[in-house]
T-cell receptor, first 110, second 113 residues
Framework: GQQLNQSPQSMFIQEGEDVSMNCTSS?????WLWYKQDPGEGPVLLIA?????ELTSNGRLTAQFGITRKDSFLNISASIPSDVGIYFC??????????FGAGTRLAVHP | NAGVTQTPKFQVLKTGQSMTLQCAQD?????MSWYRQDPGMGLRLIHY???????DQGEVPNGYNVSRSTTEDFPLRLLSAAPSQTSVYFC????????????FGEGSRLTVL
């Protein structure tokens, strides 16, 4: 079946550093989305991308829909302790089945 | 506005028992879905529904049944629980099918002994 390869698996950074994570697929996706999950809660949508090449920001977060439609990245600038959590990419192939990457676990050291 | 409500939050079952995980949304969302989350594997789609009376299989449907008799409710039934079904289950909904803009419940942690 479809798979998303998300990297890195985990990151441990200092407060104030910038963070970058990405997601790739072997097939073309029609949408790319980024979610964040805090411990003990369900994921929450951060950014949704619908067009190849689209670059979208949400506060300190910036995400891009790759021009080949097979990848996406998420950047977090000037990280703060509340950025801790698991970040998931997700995407739609040609059907209604939204699939998720395995997640990037982010830890921020004050 | 409660959003997506899942019950129970925690459940322990013995192998072979059956149970139903409840999911309700009060946002008049068209699309509803069930995911399971296992360590290192992200979220995997079990079943989804694009409207009342319409359901379809996701990536990992075996051992689970769903129905969508109303817009609000989308229960997930485990017919004969197995240890491999130990997981955290999330219900999610969106206003329109195909956007991917999901609202998630808080999750139901299931342990099968």
């Amino acid at each position: 079946g479809q798979q998303l390869n998300q990297s890195p698996q985990s990151m441990f950074i200092q407060e104030g550093e910038d963070v970058s994570m990405n997601c790739t697929s072997s097939s073309i996706f029609n949408t790319w989305l980024w979610y964040k999950q805090d411990p003990g809660e369900g994921p929450v949508l951060l950014i949704a991308l619908y067009k190849a090449g689209e670059l979208t920001s949400n506060g300190r977060l910036t995400a891009q829909f790759g021009i080949t439609r097979k990848d996406s990245f998420l950047n977090i600038s000037a990280s703060i302790p509340s950025d801790v959590g698991i970040y998931f990419c997700a995407g739609h192939p040609r059907d209604n089945k939204l699939i998720f990457g395995a997640g990037t676990r982010l830890a921020v050291h004050p | 506005n409660a959003g997506v409500t899942q019950t129970p939050k925690f459940q322990v079952l013995k192998t072979g028992q059956s149970m139903t995980l409840q999911c309700a949304q009060d946002m008049n969302h068209e699309y509803m879905s069930w995911y399971r989350q296992d360590p290192g594997m992200g979220l995997r789609l079990i079943h989804y529904s694009v409207g009342a009376g319409i359901t379809d299989q996701g990536e990992v449907p075996n051992g689970y049944n769903v129905s969508r008799s109303t817009t609000e409710d989308f229960p997930l039934r485990l017919l004969s629980a197995a240890p491999s079904q130990t997981s955290v289950y999330f219900c999610a909904s969106s206003f329109r099918t195909g956007t991917g803009e999901l609202f998630f419940g808080e999750g139901s942690r299931l342990t099968v002994l």
